[in-house]
């Protein structure tokens, strides 16, 4: 082990997912700060579920990341136990680190599986983290807020860009759309890095796979009443010509989810179609060599900057 990380641990935190549909209301409350969702919420949110098979995968991806992130690790001579948390269901990131503080750990070097950052997404990852250890006084947390810029996750994302092209046929133009999860519009204001992170991850993409024609969207906004980011995923097909091909890049996004699996695999698609739009997607990222590389390489440099 190197010297220096015997008392450390790696937390990778994601969403969190109902692994069968009787825990989809108690999902929805825990997201909804405990408030109740009507009969019409739960129900759209099961039939979303059914389309997809029933569930998600995410809790089986990240869980298969954080084990391929640790393998990596070791490979490099580096061995720090890699835990994983879900912000919205089991494991909760306090029952992670419940099972961390039994490690003995005085060092948390913690990363949540979105590359960019704003106050109202990562932010609420470091909310409940820091709840989580406030009775633990010797306890250091080391949180990375952002790596969208990390040069081998820029690397994982144009490999999957490449290769989602190819699936077209080789005639005609091909549209390079990516998307993210749209956040509050007031964020803006309140000087979010969110949405200029964004940005600069579709240009830096596009420049490393040769993109000159691309555009961004924004997916999956939430039903409230205030005005969300957009465009919305929606207004930009709307605008698109009839028999183009649209190649949808999820650039926010590292597993398969209800917002890949269903926002643009189902949703998205059957829109598309509507209007005689070839649309393809990348491949999520997930488990690939490219990206578990990337996150060994973000922690790794983490763990040895001490």
Known sequence: MRSGLDDTAILLMAYGTPTEESEIEPYLIDIRRGRKPSADQIEDLKRRYREIGGRSPLLEVTKAQAFELQRRLQANEI??????????????????????????????????????????????????????????????????????????????????????????????????????????????????????????????????????????????????????????IREVLEGTASNSKVLVVPIGFVADHLEILYDIDVEAQAFAKSRDILLHRTESLNTSRSFIAALADIVSNRLLAQ
């Open 79 to 232: 061995k720090v136990p890699v835990y994983y948390g879900m912000k919205h269901w089991h494991p909760y990131i306090s029952e992670t680190v419940r099972e961390i503080l039994k490690l003995g750990a005085h060092r948390i070097v913690s990363l949540v599986l979105a590359p960019h950052y704003s106050r109202l997404s990562v932010g609420g990852y470091r909310v409940l983290l820091e709840t989580a250890l406030a009775s633990s006084r010797d306890i250091k947390i080391d949180f990375v807020e952002s790596w969208y810029d990390n040069p081998l996750f820029q690397a994982a994302m144009t490999e999957k860009v490449i290769n989602g092209l190819k699936g077209f046929p080789q005639s005609g133009e091909i549209s390079v759309l990516f998307t993210a999860h749209s956040l509050p519009e007031r964020i803006i204001a309140e000087g979010d890095p969110y949405s200029s992170q964004l940005l600069e991850s579709c240009r830096t993409i596009a420049k490393l796979a040769c993109i000159e024609r691309w555009s961004f969207a924004y997916q999956s906004a939430g039903r409230t009443g205030e005005k969300w980011l957009g465009p919305d």
